[in-house]
Each structure stands twice: as C-alpha cells, then as structure tokens.
Nanobody, 120 residues
C-alpha cells in the first residue's frame, strides 16, 4: 500500500503565501510523478502542477508564476509553495502520485486533501 498525506493548508489573506506538503509512504520503489490538484466548492477537480522524476515541472496557466512545485526525494515529499494568493485559489488541495511499488505494481493514490482559504 502507498499512502499520501497532505498538510499545510489554512486561512490566508489575499497576497499572502502558504506552503503545502504531501508525504508519500509505504512500499515505494519509484515515484514517476507527483501532481497537485484542487477542487473549489461546487466545481470539478482541476489539475494545478506536476513534477516528474527527473525534476521537470509544469503548471496550470492560472498558477504559473505564483506557485512552485518541488520534491524532496529522500523524504518522498512534494511541496507546493503558493505565493500571491487570490480568493479564487480557495479550494481543497489534493496530491496524487504515480508510483511503482516494491512488488512491481503501478499505483496512483490520492491524499485526503487540505483546505486552503484565501479571504480578507
């Protein structure tokens, strides 16, 4: 089994910053990619950012230049640094991983989500 646990959400004023973390644990042999998604109330879950095993990153247009995804391979933890936050960034943020387990299976687990609220 592979588990993902997000943390770091909270309430912040517009223009503020937050850093989210997502720690992967379990029988992990390799992490091919990790993604952040978000889901606002009443809306679909949208992709936010991705980091690949080699370190390449990609971002949704709505967050490019404000958010930065990074990974600590030793800790199997991905981070999302969010700067210049806007009210429209308010959502539950989820991480998702593309992993190969110790026994050779390919899994794509999700975390439980962490709430980010941007409000004055």
């Amino acid at each position: 089994q592979v588990q993902l646990v997000e943390s770091g959400g909270g309430v912040v004023q517009p223009g503020g910053s937050l850093r989210l973390s997502c720690a992967a644990s379990g029988s992990i042999a390799s992490i091919y990619a990790m993604d952040w998604y978000r889901q606002a109330p009443g809306k679909q879950r949208d992709w936010v950012a991705r980091i690949l095993e080699g370190g390449n990153t990609n971002y949704a247009d709505s967050v490019r230049g404000r958010f930065t995804i990074s990974i600590d391979n030793a800790k199997n933890t991905v981070y999302l640094q969010m700067n210049s936050l806007k009210p429209e960034d308010t959502a539950v943020y989820y991480c998702n991983a593309d992993v190969r387990t110790s026994w050779g299976s390919r899994l794509a687990p999700w975390g439980q989500g962490t709430q980010v609220t941007v409000s004055s």
